[in-house]
């Protein structure tokens, strides 16, 4: 995944050759805008969001082991 300052240096070196004088405000502002926008969204850590998986694949397999020992004790209860 490209960093914040990749993403800059290719907007930059995207703009036409006529904006050469002002190409290293133009990054900063670049930079400036993403690192703003980015921080406006609602993200999580990688560590954070893979503790959160395995937390939930634990409590479903938790949730499968009692669904299948509440269907072993229905069935007794029948018989």
């Known amino acids: 995944m490209p960093s914040i300052e990749d993403l800059a240096t290719r907007l930059s070196q995207a703009l036409p050759p006529q904006v050469g004088p002002i190409r290293d405000e133009l990054h900063a502002n670049f930079r400036a805008i993403l690192q703003s926008q980015l ?10 969001f893979e503790a959160a998986r395995e937390m939930l694949a634990h409590s479903r397999r938790k949730l499968d082991a009692m669904e299948q020992r509440l269907a072993a004790l229905e ?3 029948k018989a």
């Open 39 to 48: 921080a406006r969204l609602d993200l999580v850590p990688r560590e954070e």
């Open 75 to 77: 069935a007794e209860r």
